[in-house]
């Protein structure tokens, strides 16, 4: 059988998340732009925030559910959660210390007013890292779905989480709740995905002609024609996301055929880039607009968007040239199971 086809089939999650991070930094560059007053045409400027913003944090938690089962499988409930504990609540704080570290430091040059009391506020998730916090214990909640149900469950998993989605507004109004009402349908719409095999089925031309059709009339239909705009939360801007998360997917696997090396790697760092965009983003706008006196909204956008993309990439390669541990993962399940079988270890007593 041929290789390449092989990999493809897996390779494409790369390639979706590369088009998924790139959509991120955009997103934030755009926005910290129209924050610090720069002249931007707001109708179009709100128009395209929408319709990034109703699916490619999805994308995120799609692409999360993915090889979940695979995982579960593999390490077992406890297992699963403490390596989630080593590699999303682990950078999760570490990263938001550092960049509300950053920002308070610098919080005369930014649009923000950073306090100190915030940053360490870490129940509170900050700008982008609230994905992280909601990511894991999406993950938790899948953990303990699938310690009753198998793989075969995916189906009704899914159904249960639109009806959750659907009806989040009747429930506690508590963070950990609403992080796993609006998201784990998400999740396990890739679980879904896994399980039937549904990218195959998007891999022909004709697929992604069709989905691309349907993307494109489903964000008209529901920004135009019913003048709703992400936040907008319901079974449109389910079905939205949905329908956008199929299109990217078929998106992604036509690129897959092809093989962009560039493309595939900073798919394969969107991590890295995630959390050291906004610092990028951020330190490339004030050098611009304070000591260059840069205005022109294309060039922001054009440098930053570069800037958020390469600057995460280039110092991933210094920290792995640096071989400097911990940047974004650390053994403290392994660290807490020593701590506890230090203090817990029996003791031998004489007869």
Known sequence: MDRTKINSRTDWVDYAKALGIILVVYGHVARGLFNAGMEIP???YRLVDSIIYSFHMPLFFFL??????????????????????????YPYLI?????????????????????????????????????????????????????FLSEKHALLVFGLSCVLYLNRMYLPDIKIIS????????????????????????????????????????????????GKFYTDKGYESLLLACISITFFV??????????????QYIGASS?????????????????????????????HIVVGCIAGILLPLLALKVINAL???????????????LMFNKVFKPTSRGI
């Open 271 to 299: 991590m890295a880039i995630y959390l050291m965009h906004i610092l990028a983003g951020s330190g490339i706008r004030v050098i611009l607009s304070k000591f260059l006196s840069v205005e022109s909204v294309s060039v």
């Open 64 to 89: 999360s559910g993915l090889f979940f089962y695979q995982s579960f499988s593999r390490r077992g409930s406890i297992g699963l959660t403490l390596n989630k504990v080593d590699t999303i609540i």
């Open 95 to 147: 990263w938001s210390i550092l960049q509300g570290t950053v920002e308070y430091l610098l919080s005369s040059y930014t649009n923000g007013n950073v306090e100190l009391t915030t940053v360490f506020s870490l129940w509170e998730p900050r700008a982008q890292f609230w994905f992280l916090l909601a990511l894991f214990f999406v993950f938790v909640a899948s953990i303990m779905i699938f310690r």
């Open 179 to 226: 992080f796993i009402s609006n998201n784990l349908v998400y999740f396990s719409l890739g679980i879904v995905f896994t399980k039937h095999h549904l990218s195959e089925t998007l891999s022909s031309n004709k697929a992604l002609l069709l989905t691309m059709a349907i993307f494109l009339l489903s964000q008209y239909f529901f920004h135009s024609h019913l």
């Open 42 to 44: 707001e109708h179009l």
């Open 323 to 337: 071989k400097i541990s911990f940047a974004f993962s650390a053994p403290i399940s392994q660290w807490l199971g």
């Open 250 to 263: 078929s998106l992604s696997v036509a690129i897959a055929k092809k093989k962009n090396n560039i493309l």
